[in-house]
């Protein structure tokens, strides 16, 4: 993980309960295929809003992903 973000992944905050998780890395992902293994990864983890709201489609989710520095989930 730390050669391909730059550093540990850390996770500055939990929300109310744990039902929330934001993660920031040091160096987003610029490759489309590492993208994509990142989305498979973030839909096993059920997260309400990466599965149901909003219901994206999984290609545009994972390029979405290309460039961004932190990630939130939440549960119900």
Same mark, same amino acid.
Not at 23 to 37: D, G, I, M, Q, T
Not at 39 to 57: G, K, Y
């Given at each position: 993980?730390?050669?391909? !973000? *730059? *550093? ?5 905050? $939990? ?5 929330? $998780?934001?993660?920031?890395? @040091? ?15 973030? @839909? ?6 990466? =599965? +149901? ?7 545009? !989710? @994972?390029?979405?992903? =290309? *460039? ?7 549960? +119900?």
């Amino acid at each position: 993980m730390s050669k391909l !973000y *730059g *550093g540990p992944l850390r996770c500055p905050g $939990l929300g109310d309960v744990g039902s929330e $998780l934001h993660v920031s890395v @040091a160096r987003p992902l610029v490759e489309a295929e590492h993208a994509s293994r990142l989305a498979w990864e973030h @839909a096993l983890s059920t997260a309400d809003n990466i =599965v +149901d709201d909003p219901p994206t489609s999984f290609p545009k !989710y @994972a390029t979405d992903l =290309v *460039g961004r520095t932190s990630w939130s989930f939440w549960w +119900d």
